[in-house]
């Protein structure tokens, strides 16, 4: 093993071993080269100050090398804003602003001990940074039986984690925190589980209720207690986005400093936030303890990122830093947040009208960008192809009964159309 990844690994031991043995084979053997490229190029950048001819990047005119067609439609940019690699890291700057909004926005972190957040290339690769880390074959991966499918692909087929699914609501349509403390204790045998955790939960919009959350962080720590090391993700994609009564922050704040075999990754960003979708921007945050088990896991997570798209695109992180640091921000952000709720809340007053008679229920939803109809007496995925032939409306079906409708791409005054549209796609097939 390499040294430094052996230092590293001495660091976990040495800080909580429990976060040391939650590894991957590739999380015990990972780390950043202190003495490559990189470092070197740092080095010089502080102290080269006659000729720098260390990275590869190609400069021109005291700044980097570039092009008018690209810079002349960017010209509200600084070049050495744009051009340049980005740090393995991310911007310091945007990741100092990240960790502010972190805090502003979820005030139960603010007395706790976690990690700068470290940029990725949005929130699939923060979770597959988590699976490269933490799963190895045959570790339990679980969440609920409704979720983001591009999970099976992160965590199942590229690292060959066991899924472990458990029904997402109870009979009386709440989250099902038994079958999460369930799932849990049923690896006790393996000493391991990587739980994930997504609210708003993508595909039916649902953000539990106070008491669910209790529940959540109880099983967590009951799985803890009996001895399984325990990697809790939230995938807080839709983050923000509550329109109801629901928790509202992150339950990372609950879980860190809770028990030392519990390890809080926060995994959020951008993407779905601030509406950039394509930036590719996001980030992966760590609670511990101890500053060396952080200091630890940041480097790890600088060397998968290293050894896997070398560093994230600078442009967006410029971009998305601007926005932060921007006076309007929040107004922009809270005029975008009123027009989301106004068409969470007009779909819930259609569906709660009476108008759609006996053809479907629907799951619970209170937040993010989509809600979920279970369909009784056809099929979804029939109804899915009926619905874009016959009327040219697109939906997404999942498993039999269930249809994701995202009312985050529906104007609010086109939702009621878009309903009756989906109620007599459903007659012609009953007829
Ligand atoms: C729950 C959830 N997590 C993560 C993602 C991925 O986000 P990103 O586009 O930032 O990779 C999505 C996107 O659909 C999602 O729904």
Redesign the pocket.
Known sequence: MNPLAEQLNENLKAGNIHVYEMLSTLGKEIYFPKEGILSQSAEAAAGAKKYNATIGIATEDGGPMHLSAIQETLSAYKPQDLYPYAPPAGKPELRSAWREKMIAENPSIADKSFGNPVVTN????G?SIVADLFVDEGDAVIFPDKN?E?YELTFGIRRHGVIVNYPLFTEDMKFNSQGLREALLSQKDKGKAIVIL?FPN?PTGYTPGAKEGDEIVAAITEAAEAGINVVVVT?D?YFGLFFEESLSESLFGRLAGRHPRILPVKVD?A?KEEYV?GFRV?FITYAAEDAAVLSALEQKTLGIIRATISSGAHPSQTFVLHALKSPEFHAQKAEKFRVMKGRANKVKALLDSGKYGDVWEYYPFNSGYFMCLKLKNVNAETLRQHLIREYGVGTIALGDTDLRIAFSCIAEENLEDLFDLVYRGVQDLQA
């Not at 949005?122 to 690769?125: M, Q």
């Open positions: 949005a929130l699939t690769h979770l983001w591009n997504n993508n995938d994609a960003g993407t979708w996001g």
